[in-house]
């Protein structure tokens, strides 16, 4: 693979974003660009602090897990590409890669907990039905995979955090051709990750209808996790620019899809309610967990069409993702949802999903 070019990475801070020219120039001289975001952003890798305090990660949100002293992290990330490790000073992709020059590939974002991948076969399942849907070879087999990724979290010495996998469709030219593309490429990195603040977790987020609408399944299938996020992206600056956590994401019809990197779920008189993955919601392995603890408690959840009229009026609110983990909402398009706190069958779904995340899961270090 050619290593001009940089990996871009991205940061804690937010001010007004970077200028794609000082991008261009930050690839084109082979250095590590900084992309800052907002601390909510989903998609923030943060550095971890060497020597912080060591949380009970098996209680705490996924952001304090960040500070665990559980992961004895070397000073610079190993980044995996392409079958080598590279310091992240040194982890560059080429400008010519159909990942950079037209979001040309798919990702997964994995969590990992004590040392275990958490739904790993999921995950994998996902990348490979992504990959086919836009007729990517993967190449290497799925086990193959596995070892890449567990690699990658040892050589950072992690035992707590967030893979982000990526598979482009490689080095072509600057036509839109994939066929120009002779080998995709794969990017393992291993990372803590900071989300939400602590205090989001029990408070809850507020929420903003945006008016950007959920790209159709005719244009790109939300099934597909590929690397053209634009349509999120544009989302969460609404969410930004509105001072609210999260943007609620509306299909064509105008009813929920999802939000800008979570799957929604309203409680309606101790019933359950999420949108199905036909009004554009993204088939989420943390959602598909919500359904098993779910019933594992009792309760029942149906897949309807959901509008803003019914986020209005729910009695309890709350987002899945794998980054987000479960995530209770409070306040969607200044209302109250329910008392204005979370709710109590939410606490009940959050309490056990991170019991599930504590005690389960493929081995890393065995």
Known sequence: MAKSGALVRRCNSFEHGASSDLLLNCLLNGRTFCVPTKNTDSMVLEEPEAGAPSPNAAVKPANETRKSSANTV??????????????????????????LLYGDGIFEGIRFYNGRVFRLDEHLDRLWDSARSICLEIPMSKEEMTEALFETIRKNGLRDGYIRQVVTRGVGNLGLNPAQCKRPSIIIIAAVIALYPEEAYR????????????????????AVKSLNYLNNVMARIEANLAGADEALMLNDHGNVAECTADNVFIIKKGHIFTPPITAGAL???????????ALELGFTIREVDITRHDVFTADECFLTGTAAEVIPVIKADGRLIGTGKPGPITGRIIARFRELTRGTGTPIYS
């Open 203 to 222: 408070n809850g987020l507020t929420i903003v209808t945006c008016a950007t609408r959920r790209m159709s399944a005719a244009a790109l299938n939300p």
């Open 283 to 293: 088939r989420g392995i943390t959602r598909a967990v919500a359904f098993d603890v």
């Open 74 to 99: 070397p000073t610079q990330s190993m980044i995996y590409i392409d079958g080598q490790f590279f310091p992240e000073s040194e982890a560059k992709i080429s400008v010519f890669d159909h990942g």
